[in-house]
């Protein structure tokens, strides 16, 4: 009894710790402008922990699943949904949601973030854009990665010439998370800070348009400041952390509306303004 117990009691508290930790941290290691609205980063807190309750117990029936989510939709668009690292089908869950109810076609990408490199992985993602291209010429392709999956998307467009329409990054540690040096795998690695792959990425220059989304209490990205770029960034100012931004109705909305102004060469002017407010 006792030792069923002690694991009930694991199982409770590990979400909400590891959020608290997680957060504290990169609250310290981030500048003033992204330590601010403390109420609002608290509501984030809760969020966040009550998601990882349920990518707690989803992460082993996904990741048991021979393929993921996909889905053929009536309008012209096509996203491919490319999560982060250690993620599984379920954090692109509202993303999918949002998609099915627009009409759109999607598929989610699977990654193996503990087999091989990030270059690899975008390898295998510009193959399976390429053949998407073959087997619908019409549609327009926007890559959609949260975390690791925005890296990802950006190196297999910007480096290996991947023949996307569209990127949008949602909470993508574009200058690296010293929070990497704690996973396990070259793709953490490659997401430290200061990575030879972040290098090489910094100096491609960008071959597709790209709409980024960061949040200022991201939970993961550490400083903060680091999922921004100097262009085109929506900045979530609105108690949203790094894996519940990606649930965020107001938020998906503005990504994909600002993904397929991009796709349709019309920018993402409106998407672009910084969302305050968010449900």
Same mark, same amino acid.
């Given at each position: ?38 109420? %609002? ?16 117990? #989803? ?7 021979? %393929? ?9 668009? $096509? ?30 990408? %699977? ?21 998407? #291209?073959?087997? $619908? ?40 998370? $010293?929070?990497? #040096? ?7 690695? !490659? ?81 672009? !303004? ?6």
């Amino acid at each position: 009894m006792a030792p069923l117990l002690g694991l009930a009691i694991l199982l409770v508290a590990v979400p909400p710790l590891y959020c608290v930790i997680t957060l504290s941290v990169t609250h310290c290691l981030s500048p003033r402008r992204y330590r601010a609205e403390r109420i %609002r980063g608290l509501l984030g807190l809760l969020r966040e922990s009550l998601l990882q309750y349920a990518v707690f117990f #989803r992460m082993p029936v996904d990741l048991a699943r021979s %393929r993921w989510t996909a889905h053929q939709g009536t309008s012209g668009y $096509h996203f491919v949904l490319l999560p982060g690292y250690l993620e599984t089908d379920f954090i692109c869950s509202g993303v999918q949601r949002a998609l099915r109810a627009g009409g759109h076609s999607f598929s989610t990408y %699977r990654n193996v973030p503990l087999v091989g490199d990030l270059r690899s992985q975008a390898g295998r993602l510009g193959r399976r854009v390429s053949d998407l #291209r073959r087997r $619908h010429p019409s549609r327009r392709v926007i890559l959609f990665g949260h975390s690791m999956g925005g890296l990802v998307a950006r190196y297999a467009v910007n480096v290996l010439g991947c023949p996307a329409d569209a990127v949008v990054a949602v909470a993508t540690p574009h200058a690296g998370s $010293h929070l990497a #040096r704690l996973g396990p795998g070259m793709c953490a690695r !490659q997401m430290e800070p200061g990575s030879a792959f972040l290098a090489e990425l910094r100096q491609a220059p960008a071959m597709r348009p790209l709409l980024n989304v960061c949040t200022i209490h991201d939970s993961l990205v550490a400083p903060r400041d680091s999922a921004a770029l100097p262009t085109d960034s929506v900045l979530v100012t609105s108690g949203w952390c790094h894996d519940a931004l990606f649930f965020s109705k107001d938020v998906l909305a503005r990504a994909i509306e600002g993904g397929i102004r991009l796709a349709d060469g019309a920018g993402a002017r409106a998407a672009d !303004q910084p969302l305050v407010h968010a449900d």
